[in-house]
T-cell receptor, first 112, second 113 residues
Framework: SQQGEEDPQALSIQEGENATMNCSYKTSINNLQWYRQNSGRGLVHLILIRSNEREKHSGRLRVTLDTSKKSSSLLITASRAADTASYFCATEGNSGYSTLTFGKGTMLLVSP | NAGVTQTPKFQVLKTGQSMTLQCAQDMNHEYMSWYRQDPGMGLRLIHYSVGAGITDQGEVPNGYNVSRSTTEDFPLRLLSAAPSQTSVYFC????????????FGSGTRLTVV
């Protein structure tokens, strides 16, 4: 079953604008990760935030995590056309062997 | 480093045929996983391995077998292909599990007719 659920399912913005995607999950986690997938390609790891962290930055990416609400957000600042892709959140559980459970993704379109 | 290499990139099978999807990584990662991705869905875990000789089932294991005889290779076998197995298959590897992020292959697009 899907652990993470991203919101919105699709997002269309202009270059230079900020893009915010949200992810909700159901069970306790060790960490939450965000991946990008360009059309027809494999997934690329963007950023990981641990359950004891509240915010993390990497370049134009900012991720927040609220474990009390079981939710996370990914902010891409000053979006570029090259940011057009699908974005997935994935959670690593905190019991047994670690595997990643993915959400259904947010499709981001950045227009020039 | 080549990272995670998947072959073939495309495959068409007839119902009932068997085949093996190959996955190899050259990063000495302990963890390897197979996912399938269907339209409008995220990735669903088929099988995973935490080291050579150790495999376990994921969310959707039926119709698939795996083995891990070496650290580098993690092939996925379709025993008797069915149209429901039409999908894009991704192999991924990681050091010590997902806590360091996974490296994904470029995928195998499989069509079963």
């Amino acid at each position: 079953s899907q652990q993470g659920e991203e919101d919105p399912q699709a997002l269309s913005i202009q270059e230079g604008e900020n893009a915010t995607m949200n992810c909700s999950y159901k069970t306790s986690i060790n960490n939450l990760q965000w991946y990008r997938q360009n059309s027809g390609r494999g997934l690329v790891h963007l950023i990981l935030i641990r359950s004891n962290e509240r915010e993390k930055h990497s370049g134009r990416l900012r991720v927040t995590l609220d474990t009390s609400k079981k939710s996370s957000s990914l902010l891409i600042t000053a979006s570029r056309a090259a940011d057009t892709a699908s974005y997935f959140c994935a959670t690593e559980g905190n019991s047994g062997y670690s595997t990643l459970t993915f959400g259904k993704g947010t499709m981001l379109l950045v227009s020039p | 480093n080549a990272g995670v290499t998947q072959t073939p990139k495309f495959q068409v099978l007839k119902t009932g045929q068997s085949m093996t999807l190959q996955c190899a990584q050259d990063m000495n990662h302990e963890y390897m996983s197979w996912y399938r991705q269907d339209p409008g869905m995220g990735l669903r875990l088929i099988h995973y391995s935490v080291g050579a000789g150790i495999t376990d089932q994921g969310e959707v294991p039926n119709g698939y077998n795996v083995s891990r005889s070496t650290t580098e290779d993690f092939p996925l076998r379709l025993l008797s292909a069915a149209p429901s197995q039409t999908s894009v298959y991704f192999c991924a590897s990681s050091r010590q599990g997902g806590r360091y992020g996974y490296t994904f292959g470029s995928g195998t697009r499989l069509t079963v007719v």
